[in-house]
């Protein structure tokens, strides 16, 4: 699928007209103010949830009271989500010790999840990052996963010593984050590298995101000229809807890759040469062209019929690729997980839907399906620790960057009973309690805000381990 802020005017012309497209699956929705302000990106996108009317237990005015007067007694306030600056390629640990408590609920875990309700809230993303510097700092949690291209971020920290912060960010991830709140992540990490700890980046998407190499390793301009080319190709395709023309070109278009991958192993030395700072280089290239081949093979004519269907009102075959992209995104971390950094802690960063234990049972959620966190198995269920982040009132953006307000939490709804603490940042653990009187909220459904406008309904102990309420947000600071 394509995404936006691709340099190709072709490419964002292509994508218009795709949210264009989707916008009449927004007939489904029985959400309120959804169809005025969907989130108009391919990654997530608004669809029908069969009807689902969207509703919580009627709770009375004393159980309200009980369970509000109980978070704000077991509640943390964190204290801010201003980013740390190094000094002398340390952060004083005392400058963390709002985020102490995570140690206890943290030490057995070897990935951590952080969601986000949206992409497009600048609160979150300097939240992120700086629960991302105490967790590597602080607690060895060495690899940074993202919800990106694996192989545009293998590029990007291959050379990133070699440029400025703000190109490994655009190298790296999608342009939903090139934002001046995200930028200070990416130059801590840069800093890092030269610590006898550096944070290493890490991409487990499936979904192309702009060329990942430039192929100058191959030491054959034709065939890095025949690699930029199906690139392109491959993406025009995936936003087409001629099933018969993709299968006619899709042979070739494998074949392209197919050569080049075959030039991996040959070409080690090249590839070691150009991507200096990325010492799996060879691995993660080979991996990286096998999925271009699997998504050649199987996932763009999956998103032909998809983009033929979304005219006929039909989402089933969006939801496939939905389906698709996840079990693909959870083999590559599961493959990094295993393969490459088999004795690493993970910080994974990814939407809410993505990481959520039971995504299959949100009930509203334009997904309805079995997404990456729900298929993760057992064992490593039991060892990670999924934190949604939501919000509470202010701005957000879509992820055209469109400015959308965030609606006032329903009464009993997850955000209202966060929201008792009166704390601008609130956090909660959810997985160390037991069902009492004052806590049965978390045990039970309740209202949710997807990107603060459409309504959910999930049990939240069910979904997540721990929540962080921001009290008031706004939409971030694009870079171009």
């Known amino acids: 699928m394509i995404k936006p802020y691709q340099q190709n005017n072709k490419k964002k012309i292509v994508l218009l007209s795709l949210s264009v497209a989707i916008t009449s699956l927004l007939s489904f929705s029985n959400v309120a103010n959804a169809s005025a302000a969907v989130p108009a990106h391919t990654e997530h996108t608004a669809v029908e949830n069969n009807n689902v009317d969207v509703k ?3 709770t009375s005015n ?6 509000k007067s109980w978070t704000n007694d077991h509640a943390y306030s964190l204290t801010s989500i201003q980013p740390e600056k190094l000094e002398k390629q340390h952060i004083p640990s005392s400058n963390f010790d709002d985020l102490a408590m ?16 949206s992409h497009g809230v600048a609160e979150f993303n300097l939240a992120k990052t700086r629960i991302i510097q ?21 590029n990007a920290q291959g050379q990133i010593d070699k440029q400025a912060a703000q190109q490994t960010m655009k190298d790296a991830i999608f342009g939903v984050w090139w934002t001046k709140e995200t930028l200070p992540l990416f130059d801590y990490a840069k800093k890092t590298q030269q610590t006898d700890k550096p944070l290493v980046l890490a991409g487990f998407d499936i979904q192309q995101q702009g060329a990942f ?4 390793w191959l030491k054959n301009s034709d065939l890095a000229k025949q690699l930029s080319n199906v690139e392109e190709q491959l993406a025009q395709w995936s936003s087409s809807k001629d099933l018969q023309g993709y299968q006619k070109a899709k042979p070739s278009i494998i074949d392209i890759y197919t050569q080049v991958k075959s030039q991996v192993k040959l070409k080690e030395a090249e590839l070691k040469s150009a991507y200096p700072n990325e010492p799996h280089i060879v691995k993660l290239m080979e991996r990286t062209l096998a999925d271009r081949i699997r998504l050649a093979n199987e996932y763009v004519e999956l998103t032909i019929q998809s983009n033929i269907e979304i005219e006929k009102n039909n989402p089933e075959p969006f939801l496939k690729t939905m389906e698709w992209r996840d079990q693909a995104m959870l083999e590559n971390l599961l493959w990094l997980s295993t393969e490459i950094y088999p004795a690493e802690k993970f910080i994974v960063w990814a939407h809410n839907d993505h990481i959520r234990k039971a995504q299959s049972e949100v009930m509203g959620s334009p997904y309805p399906v079995k997404l990456m966190g729900e298929r993760l198995p057992d064992i490593y269920k039991k ?7 939501y919000m509470a009132g202010g ?16 009464k009993g709804s997850v955000e209202d009973i966060l929201s008792t603490t009166h704390k601008p940042y609130t956090f909660i653990d959810l997985r160390n309690r037991q069902n009492e009187r004052g806590n049965s909220w978390m045990f039970e459904p309740r209202l949710s805000y997807s990107w603060g406008i459409m309504q959910e309904s999930l049990v939240p102990r069910d979904q ?4 962080l309420l921001i009290d008031k947000v706004s939409m971030p600071n694009y870079l171009k």
Request: aromatic share 10%.
């Open 56 to 58: 919580q237990a009627r």
């Open 62 to 67: 004393e159980t309200l009271q009980e369970w």
């Open 102 to 117: 995570l140690k206890p609920l943290l030490h057995d875990k070897r990935i951590v999840f952080l969601g986000e309700s």
């Open 134 to 154: 105490f967790l590597h700092q602080e607690m060895d949690y060495n690899v940074l996963a993202f919800e990106s291209g694996m192989g545009n971020v293998m």
């Open 213 to 216: 190499t430039n192929g100058d």
């Open 383 to 389: 060892y990670s620790y999924v934190l949604g982040l």
């Open 395 to 410: 701005e957000t953006a879509n992820n055209m960057r469109e400015p959308m307000e965030v609606l006032p939490p329903v």
């Open 464 to 467: 997540y381990d721990g929540l």
